[in-house]
């Protein structure tokens, strides 16, 4: 039996240095790099998560959410955990058990709205499209029809295809079929046009890493009038404590009652990011995105590289370019982060081992980062043509 006097285990201690982490330009699916400026901020000395000033950034990150998504709800505020805490939580407090719950799937984060939805008990269906395309108008009313979902979910910016899905229309069906509207904007938020209130969106949610030019750890989320209402009407509490936007309101809401410590560094940072984007103007981050995206796709036809996604429907922020046959993907990325220290995407699901995937978000969407990997595309990429495959080298 162990006592005051048991000697300490020095089984698990490690004698280790000061941490020291490479430079990495991360053009992959995310993260991106984040701002200097929201570098500097999370450094910053913490304050208390009820301390006067930090209740007024509070509300000064609320109310820049609210710019970057184009909508006046009051229920805006970021989760303190990851984009998929904000995913679980559109989730977690809309669905009811035997909820139906219609999930329009065209890439892989489509595929974990339903896993989500199933485990929350709701009766899932699905609408498929192949990896690479979006749904049409009349796609999406077959859908409604056919299921008559309490809730319509889908993704804006599908970071495993890099596809844009249209919105005209769909909140406009969403209303005429008694549906609420769920939209995943992950890769969308600060880099991509977004309307959430003239699209009738009724829940979102994203990131921090990617458009907003912040580390990862904050979910920006966001509830509408309607998806309120249907929160007010449940039969029971939201099965999820910690992602309960009752209990959330109150603290992110006039009262300011506690109810969980905040990460108060990363809603700095948050602070710094979202105050950047409306320094810049969002029409400006939207162009400047656009600008540099089509100078990259550009770049990649005259390479004789080819995009996965037709153009009307490729995400600025996010490029799937098909791997040319005879290249093994795998080790040209691995090039490139070890020799250059530049980070891309492979490919998700159907993709992978098919796409590599390009990411200009936030503050990595410059003209430089775009010339920087053109040129090493040009220069280095055909001595990996013909290469024999990581894979296939180890069986051999």
């Known amino acids: 039996m162990a006592t005051s006097s048991s000697p300490v285990s020095d089984r698990h201690r490690l004698q280790l240095g000061p941490i020291a982490t490479p430079d990495r330009l991360l053009l992959g699916p995310g993260p991106s790099n984040a701002h200097p400026t929201v570098l500097q901020a999370l450094s910053r000395t913490p304050i208390g998560h009820l301390d006067p000033l930090y209740v007024a950034l509070m509300g000064e990150v609320q109310e820049l959410l609210r710019y970057v998504w184009q909508t006046d709800n009051r229920l805006t505020l970021p989760m303190s955990g990851t984009g998929s805490a904000a995913m679980e939580a559109t989730i977690a407090n809309m669905v009811e058990p035997g909820d139906t719950m219609l ?4 890439g892989y984060f489509g595929l974990r709205l339903q896993d989500m939805a199933g485990r929350y008990r709701a009766d899932v ?12 108008l009349e796609e999406i009313e077959a859908g409604l029809k056919e299921h008559r979902p309490k809730i319509l979910a889908m993704v804006h910016a599908e970071t495993s295809t890099g596809v844009r899905q249209p919105m005209d229309g769909i909140g406009d069906l969403c209303r005429q079929y008694d549906c609420l509207l769920l939209l995943d904007t992950v890769t969308s938020l600060g880099a991509v046009p977004l309307y959430l209130d003239a699209w009738k969106v009724d829940l979102a949610y994203s990131c921090s890493q990617k458009g907003l030019s912040c580390p990862p750890g904050l979910g920006p989320f966001t509830m509408g009038p309607r998806a309120e209402e249907k929160l007010a009407a449940r039969s029971g509490k939201v099965p999820n404590w910690y992602l309960d ?3 959330l309101n109150q603290y992110w809401g006039s009262d300011r009652v506690y109810h969980h410590t905040a990460p108060v560094n990363m809603n700095f940072g948050m602070r710094e990011a979202l105050r950047l984007i409306a320094e810049e103007g969002l029409e400006n981050v939207w162009e400047r995105h656009r600008r540099n995206a089509e100078k990259l796709w550009a770049g990649l036809e005259s390479l004789g590289l080819q995009c996965h996604v037709p153009a009307d429907l490729r995400l600025p922020t996010l490029t799937t370019v098909r791997i040319p046959d ?33 990411g200009l978000m936030g503050y990595n969407s410059r003209e430089e980062n775009v010339d920087l990997l053109l040129n090493l595309l040009e220069q280095e990429l055909p001595a990996f043509r013909n290469a024999v495959p990581v894979a296939a080298a180890a069986a051999a």
């Open 125 to 136: 269906r699905t609408i498929e499209k192949p990896w690479g395309e979006a749904f049409s």
């Open 245 to 247: 936007v009752s209990l």
């Open 103 to 106: 999930v329009a799937v065209k």
């Open 326 to 358: 005879g290249v093994d993907g795998k080790a040209f990325s691995l090039h490139l982060l070890n020799k250059h220290g530049i980070e891309v995407g492979g490919g998700l699901g159907t993709l992978a081992g098919k796409v590599w995937r390009i």
